[in-house]
């Protein structure tokens, strides 16, 4: 293999495992979305997930348990952020923002005595002959497991909203919640559990970084990808393989940045440090423009509480 | 009660109605809903519920519907005690319900739509195939796989009801539903509600239209206030002493009189032609109208078909090339709302809170954003004791019944607010005044009045434009009248001159526009 073959692989494996974290996030937030909830605490989410994966797989040397508890932990707040948005009725904006707030103070105050604490993270898989095929081994069969968990979820939400009845009603409650209610669906209950999904993929995309890419903790490790994520939805016009495009390609100028400053040229790290979130948003600005297309997409009930009796 | 048996197939044994209620009561916060309702379906029945918009007919079949559940009272069906029931319980015993407002999903299509209420309507193509049948057996006919933001407010109805028919109800609830149909529309609907009961399936019919329930429906249950006032057989009652259970009192009448025939261009559109601003929207094509001083020229047509973007372009809130709208003779397509204003337009939306009116804001306040013209600011200051003194007239003049000029617009009820409103508008003394929907959701009473105020003010001079579903209110008041349809607008013709036969036609989409309206009246 010459050596620029062998540069290219290594950025477009690295692209795989940067966007992979926010797939877990924008899908989660996608789903909750769907059902009519903004859930601007993301961010928040994906630290604490970070965290509490990290801390769990330190104390049981397993990396799964940390995965699992992270969602488990993600899961948490997000139930949280449903009772005080759907059954207290407090505005979405603002709760979603106090509870990144949240995360951020939280995540820190938890992890404090674990700032440099070595661990052994989650490793590849090594699939036996595939694995060394040149090229196409390191491109499809050596990455970590969390990586195929990422393209199966995506395909299963996409099957999800798009094909099964309970997707359809999914769809429904976040479209006009009065009329769902009307013809009798629980409202409440159902975005409940589309805020839970959201809360356990943050968690997952937070254990990513924590576990996988890193694997280390420190404060505010997520660095805005929460936030990143959030924007990829609403760009994505709430479609999932828009959501993959974008958070490979997100991936892939951040990777790209790095190579270039390896390589040596000169160029502020801030400005190449800015370079993937400004063209993420603007390809995503470029391919949704088209105004039916949103509006055919979009969660007409989005951010809007929903009260039964009124 | 007297309810007449009807002459459906099982009902030759004293079997138990369909559905009774028994003492129903629901009470909100500062409004007694519905008090001690009785009231009795029988199997294969057509029964109206009728009453003014607040006398409680919503509340109440929301509460069969189990929407809402009552306060005190009982609910039997076929003779068996409910308890409280959830919408999907109802539906479940047999129970349809086709809403007023539609509980249709835009963005998806006809079929997900229906497999959305179907138990185990999973299986998008078997079902497309019993909608297919359906609507096919009772002259229905939709297209499952359409989007529902595509279909006019007529097939958005076929699909509620086709909705219920797929679940074989044994009773139909019906909240309105000829308000937003053509005439035509209302003949074809009332034969399928017809052969529906022939076949043993009760229809509770509401309505506040009196001919519609005297040519269809076999009794009445009428609602004043929240409670009945009376159970009737309305074939062998007439409009007027319907109306009377209904409101109380004597139909008020309105005072007319001939309009001058040559008066001042007031307003005149030249071929506007505008795209809707919503995708899903309808465009305005080529819309030619003038309207005098000393006229009312009626707008109607079915809810969607370019009435908000032609009002928007009315009022300025959105902007045309300068020639295709006129007011008093000169160009203002391209002025704002403001500017308009300043020429003497005066304009009445028809979401009173929120566009008419600042919900939060007192009524003396309301009467300042458009009342500032009256000399109430001076150097860029409010001054307090006129806008007081203007909106104090309003109350006075439109007798608008609140808690004082201090009084939030919220807390006043619809028909209240809406006089408010335009009392506001007509005491400015417009040269041009524009209604939508001046008297939707207002009770029979006020609506007389706003209609009375509107002509007083043609009387002396104004040139007045009215958009409006309500046909009768349109004959009643216009001077002409003319149709808008997918975006287009039919020529103007005088009131006298055409009928409701005609102008159904119109709104059918059976005209051709109108191509140049000259200077004389399209006869």
Not at chain 1, 115 to 140: C, N
Not at chain 1, 205 to 222: C, D, F, I, K
């Amino acid at each position: 293999m010459s050596p620029e073959v062998e540069t290219l692989v290594a950025i477009l494996v690295a692209t795989l495992r940067a966007g992979t974290p926010l797939v877990f996030a924008a899908l989660g937030e996608l789903v909750t979305e769907k059902s009519g909830v903004l859930n601007l605490g993301i961010e928040g989410m994906m630290l604490i997930g970070a965290v509490a994966g990290f801390i769990a797989t330190v104390l049981t040397g397993c990396p799964f348990a940390g995965v699992v508890f992270a969602m488990l932990a993600g899961t948490l707040v997000s139930l949280l952020f449903g009772f005080l948005t759907l059954t207290l009725l407090t505005n979405q904006v603002a709760t979603g923002l106090a509870l990144t707030i949240f995360g951020i103070g939280l995540s820190a105050f938890v992890g404090l005595g674990y700032i440099g604490t070595p661990i052994q993270g989650l490793q590849p898989l090594a699939v036996p002959f595939l694995g060394e095929i040149p090229v196409l081994g390191p491109l499809l069969f050596r990455h970590d497991p969390l990586v195929y968990l990422s393209l199966a979820l995506l395909a299963a939400v996409a099957w999800f909203l798009a094909r099964t009845r309970a997707g359809l009603v999914l769809r429904a409650v976040g479209e006009s919640h009065e009329a769902a209610h009307a013809i009798g669906y629980p409202v409440i209950a159902i975005r409940y559990l589309a805020v839970m999904f959201g809360g356990a993929m943050s968690g997952l995309a937070g254990a990513y970084l924590s576990l996988v890419y890193t694997p280390q903790w420190t404060e505010n490790m997520t660095a805005g990808r929460g936030w990143i994520a959030l924007a990829l939805v609403v760009f994505a016009t709430w479609r999932p393989a828009r959501v993959l495009l974008g958070a490979y390609l997100f991936g892939g100028i951040t990777i790209v940045g790095l190579h270039i400053q390896a390589a040596g040229f000169e160029a502020s790290s801030h400005l190449l440090a800015m370079l993937p979130y400004l063209a993420t948003i603007l390809v995503l600005v470029l391919i949704s423009r088209d105004a039916t297309r949103i509006r055919l997409n979009a969660p007409a009930a989005l951010g809007k509480p929903f009260h039964p009796d009124a | 009660m007297t309810d007449p048996m009807p002459p459906a197939p099982d009902s030759t044994v004293a079997a138990p109605p369909r559905l009774e209620l028994r003492g129903i009561t629901k009470r909100y916060p500062g409004v007694l809903a519905n008090e001690g309702i009785d009231l009795r379906v029988a199997p294969g029945e057509i029964h109206a519920l009728l009453g003014e918009n607040g006398a409680g007919k919503s509340t109440l079949v929301k509460i069969i519907y189990g929407v809402v559940k009552a306060d005190a009272g009982e609910m039997l069906w076929q003779g068996a005690p409910l308890g409280s029931h959830t919408p999907a319980q109802a539906r479940h015993l047999g129970i349809g319900m086709v809403f007023q407002h539609f509980n249709l999903f835009d963005t998806l299509t006809v079929a997900e739509n229906i497999a959305l209420c179907i138990e185990g309507g999973g299986d998008l193509k078997a079902l497309a195939g019993r909608i297919a049948e359906v609507s096919g057996r009772y002259g229905l006919p939709i297209d499952p796989l359409r989007h529902v933001h595509g279909l006019s407010v007529g097939e958005r109805q076929r699909v509620e009801i086709v909705r219920c028919l797929l679940q074989d109800p044994k009773l139909l609830i019906m909240d309105e539903p000829t308000s937003v149909l053509t005439p035509l529309e209302v003949e074809k609907l009332f034969e399928t509600l017809r052969r529906l009961a022939g076949e043993g399936c009760s229809i509770l019919y509401i309505s506040h239209k009196l001919d519609e329930i005297r040519a269809l429906c076999q009794s009445a249950t009428v609602l004043r206030g929240g409670r009945v006032s009376a159970d009737c057989d309305p074939r062998e009652e007439t409009p007027k002493s319907l109306a009377e259970m209904m409101i109380g009192r004597e139909l008020p009448v309105c005072r007319h009189r001939e309009p001058p025939e040559d008066g001042a261009e007031r307003l005149a559109l030249d071929g506007l032609s505008l795209a809707a601003e919503d995708p899903f929207g309808t465009d305005l094509r080529d819309i030619r109208l003038t309207v005098r001083a000393g006229e009312i020229v009626g707008i109607a047509g079915v809810a969607g078909n370019g009435q908000n973007a032609l009002l928007a372009a009315l009022s300025g809130e959105r902007r045309a090339p300068p020639g295709q709208v006129r007011l008093g003779g000169r160009p203002a397509g391209h002025l704002g709302p403001r500017a308009r204003r300043a020429r003497g337009l005066a304009f009445v939306p028809e979401e009173r809170l929120g566009r008419g009116a600042v919900p939060g804001m007192t009524l003396a306040d309301n009467a300042l954003l458009t009342g500032y013209q009256k000399g109430m600011v001076r150097h860029g200051l409010v001054r307090f004791e006129r806008t007081r003194a203007y909106a104090q007239e309003v109350v006075d003049a439109f007798k608008v019944v609140c808690g004082g000029i201090g009084a939030e617009a919220r807390s006043l009820s619809g028909g209240n607010l809406q006089k408010f409103i335009l009392g506001r508008e007509i005491l400015l003394e417009p040269a041009l005044l524009i209604l939508a929907y001046p008297t939707w959701g207002v009770d029979v009473g006020a609506a007389a009045q706003i209609r009375q105020a509107v002509i007083d003010l043609r009387d002396r001079g104004a040139g007045i434009l009215v958009v409006s579903e309500e046909l009768e209110e349109l004959f009643e008041i216009s001077d002409r009248i003319a149709v808008i349809g997918k975006g287009r607008l039919s020529p103007a013709k005088r009131t006298r001159d055409t009928g409701v036969e005609e102008v159904g036609r119109w709104m059918a989409g059976m005209f051709a526009p109108a191509l140049d309206e000259g200077p004389k009246h399209v006869a």
